[in-house]
Nanobody
Framework: QVQLVESGGGSVQSGGSLRLTCSVSKYTSSALCMGWFRRQAPEKAREGLATIYKDGSITYADSVKGRFTISQDNAKNTLYLLMNNLEPEDTAMYYC??????????????????????WGQGTQVNVSS
């Protein structure tokens, strides 16, 4: 079973940057479709932000396009999310997800959290104005 552990969250002022890291174990990250999601409040649904497939195909949500960058280092079995120009609205718990069967043919459905099998515990990001 894939295990995912996020890190890199913290508190930052508006306009600042953070890089989140997701360490993948018990599987080879290069064989997975990987993604980043967030939940802005406990009562809100989880939101898809960015996904990356093993062929390098990337999908971004409109809300983060141009500000967030997803990448992975297969040698380190690690997924990253570089977040620039952060806004208070980006305050959320951020989650890493993985799936063995998803691929780019799913298109925008890749941003649907219900499509994903494996999840990390999350890392909290707080952005103050």
């Amino acid at each position: 079973q894939v295990q995912l552990v996020e890190s890199g969250g913290g508190s930052v002022q508006s306009g600042g940057s953070l890089r989140l890291t997701c360490s993948v174990s018990k599987y080879t990250s290069s064989a997975l479709c990987m993604g980043w999601f967030r939940r802005q409040a406990p009562e809100k649904a989880r939101e898809g932000l960015a996904t990356i497939y093993k062929d390098g195909s990337i999908t971004y949500a409109d809300s983060v396009k141009g500000r967030f960058t997803i990448s992975q280092d297969n040698a380190k079995n690690t997924l990253y999310l570089l977040m620039n120009n952060l806004e208070p609205e980006d305050t959320a718990m951020y989650y890493c997800a993985a799936d063995e069967l998803l691929d780019p043919t799913y298109g925008e459905f890749l941003l649907d959290p219900s499509m994903w099998t494996y999840w990390g515990q999350g890392t909290q990001v707080n952005v103050s104005s």
